[in-house]
């Protein structure tokens, strides 16, 4: 999707599109299937903007998410990551050496006998799969 695309959406909501913004939203963009934690997001942004705090990026960061345009993923006891939300229902394999994560483009959920689970509505669920991915193992 184009920035215009999430910028329209903010302003619809009455939140102000500062340069900041635009350039988190530039860094998520810039890349398809970019999993980034604030400090990397702050680090890509801070050659632009040199004076933009990592704190700054964590509020953006939290109201982008709170907007539903970022969501934040939580890869066990790693730092949370944030991704583009493109609605796409999707669950990830993440490395345990180096970190990286891949998008999976099934859901596990779908393999499951869910008449076994009895007497629970599910509203939302997430899963992660963990191990070595093949640039560590070489």
Same mark, same amino acid.
């Given at each position: 999707?184009?920035?215009?695309?999430?910028? *329209?959406?903010?302003? !619809?909501?009455?939140?102000?599109? /500062?340069?900041?913004?635009?350039?988190?939203?530039?860094?998520?963009?810039?890349? $398809?299937?970019?999993?980034?934690? !604030? $400090?990397?997001? %702050?680090?890509?942004? /801070? !050659?632009?903007?040199?004076?933009?705090?990592?704190? /700054?990026?964590?509020?953006?960061? !939290?109201?982008?998410? *709170?907007?539903? @345009?970022? /969501?934040?993923?939580?890869?066990? *006891?790693?730092?949370?990551?944030?991704?583009?939300?493109?609605? $796409?229902? %999707? %669950?990830?394999?993440?490395?345990?050496?180096?970190?990286?994560?891949? $998008? @999976?483009?099934?859901?596990?959920?779908?393999?499951?006998?869910?008449?076994?689970?009895?007497?629970?509505?599910?509203?939302?669920?997430?899963? *992660? @799969?963990?191990? @070595?991915?093949?640039?560590?193992?070489?």
């Amino acid at each position: 999707m184009p920035i215009n695309y999430f910028i *329209e959406q903010l302003q !619809a909501k009455g939140i102000k599109i /500062t340069p900041q913004r635009q350039e988190i939203l530039h860094v998520f963009l810039s890349e $398809e299937n970019l999993h980034l934690s !604030a $400090e990397e997001v %702050h680090s890509r942004i /801070t !050659a632009k903007y040199p004076s933009m705090s990592l704190d /700054t990026v964590y509020r953006n960061l !939290a109201m982008l998410q *709170e907007q539903g @345009i970022l /969501t934040e993923l939580n890869f066990g *006891e790693r730092k949370s990551l944030f991704e583009i939300n493109n609605s $796409e229902h %999707h %669950h990830h394999l993440v490395c345990t050496k180096c970190g990286g994560s891949q $998008e @999976i483009d099934f859901c596990p959920l779908d393999f499951m006998d869910r008449k076994k689970i009895i007497n629970f509505k599910i509203e939302k669920h997430s899963f *992660e @799969i963990f191990g @070595i991915c093949a640039n560590c193992m070489e």
